[in-house]
């Protein structure tokens, strides 16, 4: 039975009142016998008041938690015990103040009360030896042996080996990444540097095309070209509906253009031009639809500013500006300059932009150089105009017009007919694009018998004084040859015979020369080989050899007949009869300028003698009757004010050796006949003839307006020669 209860909180079991401990030990002998039963009792355990009474210090309910901070997990691991063991130390405390007495664990007693007790050992987990209904008379039973606690893991241990680790990891990195950017920087680098270098060709800006002032006859200007990707296109028609209006080209033909291709590598071809040469204000409001797949880049245009001015010379260029035709074919290399180019890393899709630091490397563009021409814008456009308002008059026509410079040779103007806008090549035909002047090849006519006068007087073999009986006609080979203006037989002076044009009168001075003199001064004047003067695919024109004359030709080509010669190749003839009988290599270019401005003057014109001065002046003295005589051929070309030397011509065309319908008529002239200054040539095929009725009328309108141009100053009436005819 427990004791019982006491009524008196200070009391222990045996009712003696609780004190210091030097009363417990008063009092050790009247409660010795108690103390024993107890013990004999309770044989692992005390009460609280014993433990009380013998001096033991009083378990509170947080005893023995500061030694092992994991107990309450042990106690836990063993089965539920420290609920148990809370539960025990709770109802002695209650105990204490006057609850029911219950046993704990006792704790080892000192052997000196005085002495402290150490901390209570530690109870290892077990299961709890089984208590019956009485602990006196029950025998003990043997008790377990504690299960082992769990080993607990050291946290300093896995913090140690988490911080190695995480050095080895950082380590391991830095050194790739030093191996990476020091030892194999240049391999790796190299191995995908081809997927990431852009390469942006820079365009070189063409030069442009200068008359002798320095007016812009050709030249480009910023544009833009509009470009599309096809693998990006959402509608293709509705795309190509929207920019065809921007463009002006067919919705149809945009669409086309942008339909996905595959190109020769297996690749979806990402680029496909739509436009070129775009004005940048076109583009920006192409660019402001946002459409996807299209985009415009830099780009550069050819300006023709006047149009169809010159445009026989100039010629054009492709859109990639690649001279086609004219003077932008001929000197392509010089105007075109020389490309650069810009290679770069770059993004991807959505980065596609150049990579700060990385590779890029730029050359760049070399601007072409211009080529400064020798013509006269203002003299070119009226010649054009004049040429042009002749020429409508005969439908199918084509003509040529040609002023030279007597003194250096420059082509102050050329022009030909039909034209074309040079700004709009693609409207054109292209035998309206042909340079009539250089390209034009025909039996000059009668305006050959001028080379053949100056040889003869060259020669020795007639004087200025000369006079011939003439015939009607006269027969060489199979062929006769006749007057339009009969001489009936009577003598004739060689002006007479120039002024009338006597076919008879110039194949007898002919016979005189003979073929082999004849021929060589055809070569002389510039005959039967091009001039040179820089247009391209000029015409070389023939003379023919004197193996290939017949009974016929000795009659024919004294009065330019099968003879092939050009426009121009006649006009420098002209010129050197005009320049006291000293050939002058016709020419274009009077010097090219550089992208600095550094000019650099034409090579040197080639020039050569053919006639004396005493009979280069004698000659022209005898053109001088054609537009002086009346009745005479060239009256029409007359320019009032100034004297004028020339010599009508009516012979025919030649296309690939072959005899064209129609005729072609021509008048070469010079002014101021005394000092000439300026040579013309006029050249007219018309399919139903009548060309003369063309040729000296415009050689009149372009000569005054020439002399006009350049102020020259009118002739003196008292210089003007008075010719005969017919002397006797």
């Known amino acids: 039975m427990p004791p019982p209860r006491s009524e008196d909180p200070r009391r222990d079991a045996t009712g003696a009142r609780r004190g210091s401990s030097r009363a417990s030990g008063a009092r050790g002998g009247e409660a010795g016998g108690g103390i024993s039963d107890a013990r004999a009792y309770t044989p692992r355990g005390r009460t609280i008041r014993e433990g009380a009474a013998d001096g033991s210090p009083r378990r509170t309910p947080r005893a023995g938690r500061a030694g092992d901070p994991f107990r309450p997990a042990l106690q836990v691991l063993d089965g539920g015990r420290a609920g148990t063991n809370r539960t025990g130390r709770r109802d002695a405390a209650a105990t204490g103040r006057g609850g029911v007495i219950r046993t704990v664990q006792a704790r080892p007693v000192a052997d000196d009360p005085d002495d402290e007790a150490g901390p209570p050992p530690r109870r290892r987990p077990g299961p709890r030896p089984a208590r019956g209904p009485d602990r006196r008379g029950a025998a003990r039973r043997p008790v377990r042996k504690p299960r082992r606690a769990p080993k607990l893991a050291d946290p300093r241990r896995r913090l140690r080996l988490a911080t190695v680790l995480t050095l080895a990891v950082f380590a391991t990195i830095g050194i790739r990444l030093v191996v990476l950017q020091a030892v194999e920087t240049p391999a790796w680098a190299g191995a995908g540097l081809s997927d990431r270098l852009i390469s942006v060709d820079l365009p070189a800006p063409r030069g442009a095309i200068y008359d002798r002032d320095g007016a812009p006859l050709a030249h480009s200007i ?26 002006g080209v067919a919705a ?7 339909r996905p291709r595959i190109r020769e590598n297996g690749k979806p071809s990402e680029f496909e031009y739509l436009a070129r040469g775009v004005p940048i204000e076109r583009a920006r409001q192409i660019m402001a639809l946002e459409l996807n797949g299209i985009g415009s880049h830099r780009d550069e245009r050819r300006e023709v500013p006047n149009g169809d001015l010159a445009a026989n010379l100039l010629g054009f260029t492709s859109d990639d500006m690649t001279g086609l035709e004219g003077l932008e074919a001929r000197y392509d290399d010089v105007l075109s300059g020389v ?10 899709n959505k980065l596609a932009a150049p990579i700060p630091g990385g590779f890029s490397q730029t050359t760049r563009a070399e601007p072409g150089s211009s080529v400064c021409l020798t013509i006269d814008r203002d003299l070119q456009f009226r010649v054009q105009r004049i040429l042009g308002e002749r020429m409508a008059e005969t439908r199918g026509s084509t003509g040529a017009a040609v002023v030279l410079d007597v003194a250096t040779g420059e082509v102050l103007a050329q022009a030909s007919y039909p034209g074309y806008d040079a700004a709009k090549p693609a409207q054109s035909e292209p035998v309206d694009r042909e340079d009539a002047a250089t390209s034009f090849v025909v039996d000059p006519g009668s305006v050959h018998k001028a080379i053949t006068f100056g040889a003869a007087l060259e020669e020795g073999v007639i004087t200025p004084e000369t006079t ?37 009168g110039t194949i007898k001075i002919a016979e005189l020369l003979g073929r082999d003199n004849l021929i ?17 695919g000029e015409a070389a024109g023939r003379i023919l050899p004197a193996q290939e004359w017949s009974g016929s030709s000795y009659g024919s080509v004294p009065i330019g007949h099968s003879v092939d010669a050009t426009p121009l190749q006649m006009a420098a003839a002209y010129a050197a009869i005009a320049n006291d009988g000293t050939w002058i290599q016709p020419h274009l270019v009077k010097e090219i300028v550089d992208a600095k401005g550094d000019r650099t003057p034409a090579a040197a014109p080639k020039t050569h003698r053919v006639l004396s001065p005493q009979n280069a002046a004698a000659l022209r003295t005898i053109l001088e009757a054609v537009t ?60 139903v003839g009548g060309g003369g009725e063309i040729t000296a009328p415009a050689f009149a309108d372009m000569m005054r307006f020439t002399l006009q141009h350049y102020r020259v100053p009118p002739s003196s009436s008292d210089d003007t020669p008075n010719f005969v005819v017919y002397p006797r």
Request: aromatic share 8%.
């Open 339 to 348: 490309d650069g180019r810009r290679v770069y890393e770059s993004g991807r």
């Open 468 to 504: 011939l009986p003439i015939p009607n006609a006269i027969q060489m080979g199979d062929t006769w040859f006749a007057d339009t203006h009969p001489a009936q037989g009577r003598e004739m002076s060689l002006a007479g015979m120039m002024a009338h044009s006597s076919n008879v």
């Open 520 to 536: 060589e001064y055809q070569r002389r004047f510039g005959l039967g080989q091009p001039t040179g003067e820089g247009m391209p």
């Open 628 to 687: 002086t005589v009346p009745d005479a051929t060239g009256t029409a070309a007359a320019v009032s004010g100034y004297r004028v030397a020339g010599k009508t011509g009516t012979g025919w065309r030649l296309v690939d050796g072959r005899k064209q319908p129609g005729e072609v008529a021509s008048f070469i002239g010079m002014a101021p006949a005394e000092k000439p200054r300026y040579v013309i040539a006029v050249f007219a095929h018309t399919p």
């Open 222 to 247: 910023e544009a833009r070209y509009v470009f599309a990707d096809p693998t990006r296109i959402d509608d293709r028609a509705a795309t190509a509906q929207a920019l065809s209006p921007l463009l």
């Open 252 to 258: 149809s033909d945009l669409a086309e253009r942008m």
